[in-house]
């Protein structure tokens, strides 16, 4: 299997170049050059448990690794101690028709994001192993909250890799901030910066593909490498859980053999998780449709409802920051394939966007994504009467990105009368925006995280997950702050190189 850049057929990298490279270099995605179909495999991919399952996924796409590597980043990454149990848990909604909220937060931080961030380091360090021995990775993050956070925590102390984390000075939540501040390890380093998190993942993307700063870090015996969602590396393992949430989906409604359609529902910022999905669905996974949720950012809605990209809009910042993005980079990767592989048009669309703002795709693209998707968006008061009312009526407690999913389902059944069982991608634990969750189901108020911790608990019944229950006591470590224009000087004195 190798891999090609959505701006440029030409170039062909293995995996491990794939994943070691992050971005290639003038810009494009790298894409598997074909999905392999697992349609006949379904009932013995059924009968796996989640690390299992892994391996067979990735084995699949992952041709330059041993078995032994696949088997050994597997296990170290969804052990189960670091779960605490099953890896991610299928919950079926009370009182509602067919909906069933896909738990991807219970692993070490709390965010869908660990299940890709807790194996990529280890996927990263053996493909550096295979494709520029002796060099240390240096691992640049733009984060709207979580990925930081999940980044960190993937990373500390890996041996070989540095890791420097950026987030927007006023776009995260309180406990994300702390969560990130207070982290612990030798190689690792966090830094606010004064824009969005947009600015944050523009300017990341510039350091990768600066030939001057590629060529300082090499004289240093570095290179850069991606922990965004840009990442093949991080992709790839999404793709795992859409068949294992799948697998229980049919076990719980004891249906026998692999046929029955379902609706898979994601709240999108990056369009990564989303595009695991359509992923899943190439290899054969039996996906009816998309929809695609979106905060009061809505680009992807109007993208999805009219063919035109256009980032030229107020940005908000929300109560589900981790979807506060105007530039979905993973946007680009379906592009490509709904171009059947055009890498001239996918790089003008991208040049467009980059230049004036806004793309708008061939009627024939616009087509086929409609027929694929639904999106739908939702604002402040909907995410918080959504929580609000998942609470009272099926005594379920979402956090704030979930609820704007949640809504989105309930809009596409309205307006489509289609009760297809629907798999709604849960992304956060409610703990990590405490806040927002109470203020949606009670009227008690307070600045303290850790009373609003305790109370949510208090009101819901729900344990505080043990990660964030020990945040209250540890050092914040990081207080930097700087300058859009400043980010990559900041690289470059962390890791001790002159500018
Ligand atoms: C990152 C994140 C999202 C958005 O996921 P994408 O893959 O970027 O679309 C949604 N919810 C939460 C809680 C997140 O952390």
């Not at 380091?121 to 550096?128: C, G, V």
């Not at 059947?340 to 980059?354: F, I």
């Given at each position: 299997?190798?891999?090609?850049?959505?701006?440029?057929?030409?170039?062909?990298?293995?995996?491990?170049?794939?994943?070691?490279?992050?971005?290639?270099?003038?810009?494009?995605?790298?894409?598997?050059?074909?999905?392999?179909?697992?349609?006949?495999?379904?009932?013995?991919?059924?009968?796996?448990?989640?690390?299992?399952?892994?391996?067979?996924?990735?084995?699949?796409?992952?041709?330059?690794?041993?078995?032994?590597?696949i088997g050994e980043c597997a296990e170290k990454a969804y052990e189960t101690s670091k779960f605490s149990g099953e890896q991610v848990r299928l919950h079926e909604v009370e009182n509602e028709d067919g909906i069933y909220s896909l738990e991807l937060w219970h692993g070490p931080t709390c965010a869908f994001k660990d299940m890709a961030l807790q194996i990529?380091?280890?996927?990263?360090?053996?493909?550096?192993?295979?494709?520029?021995?002796?060099?240390?990775?240096?691992?640049?993050?733009?984060t709207s909250g979580d990925t930081g956070k999940a980044a960190l925590e993937g990373f500390k102390d890996v041996e070989n890799t540095q890791i420097i984390v950026f987030y927007p000075e006023n776009g995260v939540s309180p406990m994300q901030l702390r969560q990130m501040n207070t982290q612990e390890g030798e190689n690792v380093c966090v830094c606010a910066v004064k824009g969005n998190f947009d600015d944050c993942q523009t300017q990341v993307k510039r350091i990768f593909t600066s030939p001057e700063l590629k060529v300082k870090l090499s004289e240093n015996n570095m290179l850069f490498s991606s922990a965004n969602s840009i990442n093949w590396g991080r992709l790839l393992p999404q793709i795992v859980y859409y068949f294992y949430a799948y697998f229980r989906f049919l076990d719980r409604m004891?249906?026998?053999?692999?046929?029955?359609?379902?609706?898979?529902?994601?709240?999108?910022?990056?369009?990564?998780?989303?595009?695991?999905?359509?992923?899943?669905?190439?290899?054969?996974?039996?996906?009816?449709?998309?929809?695609?949720?979106?905060?009061?950012?809505?680009?992807?809605?109007?993208?999805?409802?009219?063919?035109?990209?256009?980032?030229?809009?107020?940005?908000?910042?929300?109560?589900?920051?981790?979807?506060?993005?105007?530039?979905?980079?993973?946007?680009?990767r379906l592009l490509y394939h709904l171009t059947?592989?055009?890498?001239?048009?996918?790089?003008?669309?991208?040049?467009?966007?980059?230049e004036k703002g806004e793309y708008t795709v061939d009627a024939i693209v616009a087509n086929k994504v409609k027929e694929l998707f639904a999106a739908y968006c939702c604002g402040e008061a909907d995410t918080s009467k959504t929580i609000n009312?998942?609470?009272?009526?099926?005594?379920?407690?979402?956090?704030?990105?979930?609820a704007v999913a949640f809504k989105a389902i309930n809009d596409y059944r309205e307006e489509n009368d289609d009760y297809t069982p629907a798999v709604i991608a849960s992304t956060a634990s409610p703990y990590k925006f405490s806040k927002s969750v109470l203020s949606a189901i009670s009227d008690f108020?307070?600045?303290?995280?850790?009373?609003?911790?305790?109370?949510?608990?208090?009101?819901?019944?729900?344990?505080?997950?043990?990660?964030?229950?020990?945040?209250?006591?540890?050092?914040?470590?990081?207080?930097?702050?700087?300058?859009?224009?400043?980010?990559?000087?900041?690289?470059?004195?962390?890791?001790?190189?002159?500018?």
């Open positions: 299997m190798l891999y090609k850049s959505t701006r440029n057929n030409n170039l062909k990298v293995t995996a491990s170049e794939a994943i070691a490279r992050g971005i290639s270099e003038e810009g494009g995605l790298f894409v598997p050059e074909y999905f392999p179909s697992v349609r006949d495999k379904l009932s013995y991919l059924r009968k796996l448990d989640y690390i299992s399952l892994s391996k067979e996924i990735l084995s699949l796409y992952l041709t330059d690794y041993t078995k032994e590597e990529l380091p280890h996927l990263l360090t053996k493909a550096f192993k295979k494709q520029a021995d002796g060099k240390k990775a240096v691992i640049l993050v733009a004891g249906v026998e053999d692999e046929e029955e359609a379902i609706n898979i529902v994601v709240p999108t910022g990056n369009f990564g998780n989303i595009l695991a999905a359509y992923y899943a669905k190439m290899m054969g996974l039996p996906v009816n449709k998309f929809i695609c949720a979106s905060n009061s950012n809505n680009v992807l809605t109007d993208f999805i409802n009219t063919g035109k990209y256009d980032k030229q809009r107020k940005f908000y910042t929300t109560i589900s920051p981790s979807m506060d993005i105007l530039v979905s980079s993973n946007l680009e059947d592989g055009n890498d001239k048009k996918t790089a003008e669309w991208m040049k467009a966007l980059n009312s998942c609470f009272e009526n099926s005594a379920y407690l979402i956090d704030t990105h979930t108020e307070s600045d303290d995280e850790f009373v609003l911790v305790e109370k949510l608990s208090e009101v819901s019944g729900l344990e505080v997950p043990k990660s964030l229950k020990a945040l209250k006591e540890k050092k914040t470590r990081f207080t930097n702050v700087c300058d859009r224009e400043s980010i990559a000087s900041f690289v470059l004195d962390t890791l001790g190189i002159e500018g």
